[in-house]
């Protein structure tokens, strides 16, 4: 059993049945009682925040936490199958994990998805930039370059976007999957 001397950030603890990543902690010794430990931690099923105190030397359920790179092959209703690229597993996972980003999401890219010791896929996650079509958008309108207007534009996977004026269709653009904005076009 771990102790809190074996606390660090980026590390999984299990508190009443939840799992919950450590974001920071700190070491507080107040004057009369003995020494704590401040512990934020993100909940990894709900994304809450919870803030926990612990008494130096006190027992704590460390989780182990599995990292792997996983490739999207297709969806199969609220299931997205996934295949380990070196020993060609296949797992299905939840499309929650993903969250709102999933709207970027699109056969053959690469997710990073994280298994606890049970082998449950606990938390996925998609690219920060992803490169897709524009499959349409209206056509800018000639000289309109002055102002810092953008139009929106829909992308092969169904997601919309706010794009410059000067993108047309059927360019490919760099898009940041975590607040879905343009950031540049692709050669």
């Excluded at 999984?12 to 009369?32: A, Y």
């Excluded at 130096?56 to 792997?68: C, D, M």
């Excluded at 297709?74 to 499309?95: P, R």
């Excluded at 209206?138 to 102002?147: M, S």
Aim: proline share 3%; aromatic share 8%.
């Amino acid at each position: 059993m771990a102790t809190t001397a074996d606390l660090s950030r980026g590390a999984f603890l299990r508190i009443e049945g939840e799992l919950g990543q450590v974001l920071d902690w700190e070491h507080v010794t107040p004057n009369k009682t003995g020494a704590l430990y401040h512990v934020k931690l993100r909940n990894v099923r709900t994304g809450k925040l919870m803030q926990i105190r612990f008494r130096s030397g006190e027992s704590i359920e460390l989780e182990r936490v599995e990292l792997k790179d996983m490739q999207f092959i297709y969806k199969e209703g609220n299931a997205l199958a996934c295949m380990d690229s070196e020993t060609f597993e296949q797992v299905l996972i939840d499309e929650k994990l993903i969250g709102e980003p999933i709207r970027f999401l699109k056969e053959g890219m690469n997710i990073e998805i994280s298994f606890d010791s049970n082998e449950t896929a606990i938390f996925a996650q998609i690219p920060n930039f992803v490169e897709l079509m524009i499959t349409y958008t209206e056509p800018g309108i000639k000289g309109d370059t002055a102002t810092n207007s953008s139009k929106a534009a829909t992308l092969e996977t169904g997601a919309e976007v706010r794009v410059p004026l000067f993108v047309e269709n059927d360019q490919k653009i760099r898009v940041d999957t975590r607040d879905g904005s343009y950031i540049e076009r692709v050669k």
